[in-house]
């Protein structure tokens, strides 16, 4: 199945996530600690947490740090009551929104969001209205130089759910949320590294729109960033390559 590029969308959050590393890893820390909580420390039979593991290590967190903050996690520390809040949202241009957040002061973190989109001139949806639009699935990302054969059959005999021909020749690996680890190692044992992937919400439909609509979208998802309570933001909008160079 054909697909759009990817690289585009991923330099950019590349770049951003390089001139707010601090930040970036605020954010780890707060995923591994209410991971282990919820879960145990022990990365073997907590899924969420294996993956919270390899996000902070590709984002070259050190070892010390992510087992400090697992520790803390598991140990229950007082200060560490997060709750997990789901914000839904339009974009100009229609483009549906998703905010994902972790907070332990829910007035704080609503008012933060619905400021955001207030400066982009959009307001909040109601629950339920944009999130039926999005599945959670498992996104690994190869470059044009794997082989296609070699990559297909390898990824669905790990057990991947599909694989994407994007038009730059580079390649994408959907999965399950709960197996995408298991095919991210089981595809790298076979010397096929992956250039991206994570967990992500997946839309079922793409919008389309301009350049000038897409640099609003674009400056809406950066100040939704930088908010101390936001996680994961997930977008529909098919953005324009040539949206990014006027940032």
Avoid at 52 to 76: F, S
Wanted: glycine content about 8%; aromatic content about 6%.
């Amino acid at each position: 199945m054909a697909g759009h590029s990817k690289w585009a969308n991923i330099k950019h959050r590349k770049a951003a996530q390089d001139a707010k590393r601090g930040k970036i890893f605020t954010k780890i820390i707060r995923e591994l600690v209410v991971a282990a909580k919820q879960g145990g420390p022990n990365p073997e039979d907590n899924p969420s947490l294996r993956t919270c593991i390899d996000k902070a290590l590709g984002a070259n967190m050190k070892r010390d740090t992510i087992d400090k903050a697992i520790a803390r996690g598991a140990g229950n520390a007082d200060g560490d009551d997060y709750e997990n809040l789901v914000y839904e949202g339009y974009a100009p241009g229609g483009v549906a929104v998703l905010v994902d957040c972790l907070t332990d002061n829910k007035n704080r973190t609503v008012a933060e969001v619905r400021h955001a989109f207030s400066k982009s001139g959009c307001e909040l949806a109601a629950s339920g209205s944009v999130a039926y639009l999005f599945e959670r699935k498992g996104q690994l990302v190869f470059s044009d130089e794997v082989d296609e054969d070699t990559l297909m059959e390898e990824a669905l005999e790990a057990g991947a759910d599909d694989i994407i021909n994007h038009d730059d020749g580079s390649f994408e690996v959907l999965t399950s949320a709960e197996e995408f680890m298991n095919v991210k190692e089981a595809l790298a044992e076979k010397g096929l590294l992956a250039e991206a992937g994570e967990v992500t919400m997946l839309p079922s439909t793409q919008a389309d729109i301009d350049v000038d609509t897409a640099v609003k979208v674009l400056n809406l998802i950066d100040r939704l960033d930088d908010l101390d309570d936001t996680q994961n933001i997930y977008h529909n909008a098919e953005i324009p390559e040539e949206a990014y160079e006027k940032l």
